[in-house]
């Protein structure tokens, strides 16, 4: 086929500094493919290196010493067929002796190299009551074996859909509960597509981050508000996102945020100010070292030579200060427009404020989405915005998920996880100003007269 | 305007969605020297819309207002004309999450139906991704085209009018991504295949009833599909008030052992006879069921590798 050669094969091969996703049954981890590093990934270690040049999507054994082996894909009638099977389990006693095989034979059996495959066999083999099974109790045993036995590797491209669900099943507490199905709201209501301007706050690894820049696929903006010294980003890196992605990603401390609202982020005086009070630090803290010391030769040679590396230690520090001041600024100057094109919220800590103040930096008709664990602090948004004003649409929701196991004649709910995906407050922003007019930029009244008219707003909103 | 696309203000023939209320809402096409009738009065293309900031409030000729709004894909959604029973956004975001949809992803979708999820995947796969999108009934694929061009969402969209059991996606090898929601689905499954691209994809058909999910679970077997998950998601819609619960009256506290007479006086006069209580109920009936999503993956071909 035609297409078969167009579609490039190259950038579906596994590299070194790849970040990739490993799945077994249904659990999935994160790792980054490096020279000779030691994984371990449900109580098994291995080494990445053989999977470098393989396609993504294939699958591994692990051999002895830990490397990975290309498993040839076999499907359908994957063998362990039994033909005898009983009706009923009126027979079945549980003896616990069923089981011929001791748990050191099977040690033994693996010792031997045995594969995973070939002991669900002798397990097979050496119960007595697998004849008298039914058919689906066979199938049941059959698969409860492979899963313990047969430990292949699955090597997989990150996506939001992986990553998402490998949090919420791994690490629940790092993205504060999101599920991934809550997580699908956000990115939908969010009308989160390429070419935008987002805000982001998360405090969900950088999990929440990632899927949106995934959404945008390295179109637009993403403008991440970040607590404390940094923002948290582990989760994002696992998307393996090419470079020119990155381009599109700006950040700004949470704490200066009410420095742009107000108009007076002075970014170049403060930084250079604290830098060189920590200059004048360093000086002075050297200073009273050098004057304990004294004037041997070689002393002094290994203080010019302290004082050099200081010197070049403090110009990187200051190289790194000013790109620091220039991305700083870059952000600032994205906010300070005050015309995002969306909000997205999913954090630790108390949504109110946080909504409340970054709201001011959105367009008006534009969705914002607040995740929060719990539902009450999406309660007290939900009554904040509607006494401020600004935002139409206001919807506190969660969902719902259920997943089904589809067999013949076994079909039924797997599991019903309620509750525990969070809530979510949703909404769209107005122009909170006066009614219509022929100027259309009419926003910049005085704060006290326009609280006012927002107030009014928001009693004729609820009366419509 | 466009749906891909946000813009500050709004111009001739753009689609904008005026809102009036919570659960009042419609969609107009901007044109110049028309007239838009509405509970609050009327709206005059011309001076109340054209060069007017989307997001701004509008006065209607009875002193009434309205909101105009940018469309959205979700905002379309309550609001578009139904050709068809639509899927909704709870459904949709989780088709778009599972389905790895994101900007240049090719997408197959059969039927087209509305247009309700087109929408929300076009805005998803913009500007560099693609929707082939295949519909049996001609009247109804015309009115998508028409509704696509409206959108300024053409060039992301192939409307193919065939049967997808018989003709299937009408492309071979190219699509990411394979959305279903017909009658029966496990008919399209080998031509679902075929329009995947060899290096794999992904799939998912939506159906009400189980028995369908049944057959198409096992048309995904037979066709080498692995990681087969059948979901239901649904969605909760709190609503958000302010409740007062009267407080009991057990009688004067005179008679109980440590109370005094004053504060007996107070609790009869001043003390509130009840709690306000702000909480969020759920609803009293909800959708219960729209369907079940199956979701799959389609492994590598064999033959082409």
Known sequence: MAECVNDSDEESRIAYGDYVVLKRGEVFKSVQVENKKKVIFEKQWFFMDNAVGQLYGTMFEIVAGGSLKHKPVKRAGDSLDSKEAGQDNRHIVDDGRSQKLTRDDIETLKEQGLKGQEIVQQLIDNSTTFKDKTEFAQEKYIKKKKKKYESDITVLKPSTRLLAMMYHGREPGKICHLRYDTLAQMLTLGNIHAGSKIIVFETCAGLVLGSVMERMGGFGSVIQMFPGGGPTRAGMESFGFPSHFHQTLHEFPLCKVNAVLAGKLDLSEKDTENSRSEETAAEKNSEAQSMEISLDPQEQMRRDERDRLREQRAQEKKVKMEEKRKKLASAAALLQDRNADGLVIASRFHPCPVLMGLIKFVAPSRPFVVYCQYREPLIECYNKLREQGGVINLRLTDSWLRHYQVLPNRTHPVLLMSGGGGYLLSGTTVDAGTAKTKNPHKSEEPDAKRLKLEEKASSCDSSV | MSFVEYSELIQEGDVVI????????????????????????????????????????????????????????????????????????????????????????????????????????????????????????????????????????????????????????????????????????????????????????????????????????????????????????????????????????????????????????????????????????????MAGHTGYLTFSSKPRDQRCE
Not at chain 2, 33 to 44: E, L, P, S
Not at chain 2, 90 to 118: F, Q, R, Y
Not at chain 2, 148 to 166: G, I, M, P
Not at chain 2, 209 to 226: K, P, S, W
């Open chain 2, 18 to 285: 005026i809102f009036m209320g919570h659960d009042s809402m419609m969609p107009i096409k901007v044109q110049s020297g028309a007239q838009t009738q509405t509970r609050y009065g009327v709206i005059r293309h011309s001076s109340d819309l054209i060069g007017q900031r989307f997001g701004s409030k509008v006065t209607c000729s009875k002193g009434g207002w309205v909101y105009v709004l940018h469309p959205t894909p979700e905002l379309w959604t309550i609001n578009l004309p139904h050709r068809t029973q639509i899927l909704y956004t709870t459904d949709i975001a989780n088709i778009t999450l599972m389905l790895e949809l994101k900007p240049g992803s090719v997408v197959c979708e059969s039927g087209t139906g509305s247009g309700s999820l087109s929408h929300s995947i076009l805005r998803t796969i913009a500007p560099t991704g693609h929707l082939h999108t295949v519909e049996f009934h001609s009247q109804r694929a015309e009115k998508a085209m028409q509704e696509f061009k409206e959108h300024k969402v053409s060039h992301l969209v192939t409307v193919r009018n065939q049967d997808v059991c018989k003709d299937g996606f009408g492309i071979t090898g190219v699509a990411d991504a394979v959305f279903l929601d017909i009658p029966s689905p496990w008919e399209a499954i080998s031509h679902a295949k075929k329009a995947l691209k060899y290096k794999g994809g992904r799939l998912c058909s939506f159906s009400p009833c189980i028995e369908q999910v049944q057959r198409t679970c096992e048309a995904l077997l037979d066709h080498g599909f692995e990681e087969i998950c059948t979901l239901e998601v649904l969605l909760r819609v709190h609503d958000v008030r302010t409740v007062t619960l009267p407080l009991p009256d057990f009688g004067p506290e005179e008679y109980y052992a440590d109370s005094t007479q004053t504060t007996s006086d107070i609790s009869q006069e001043d003390v509130n006879t009840s709690v306000i209580c702000r909480t969020a109920t759920p609803p009293r009936e």
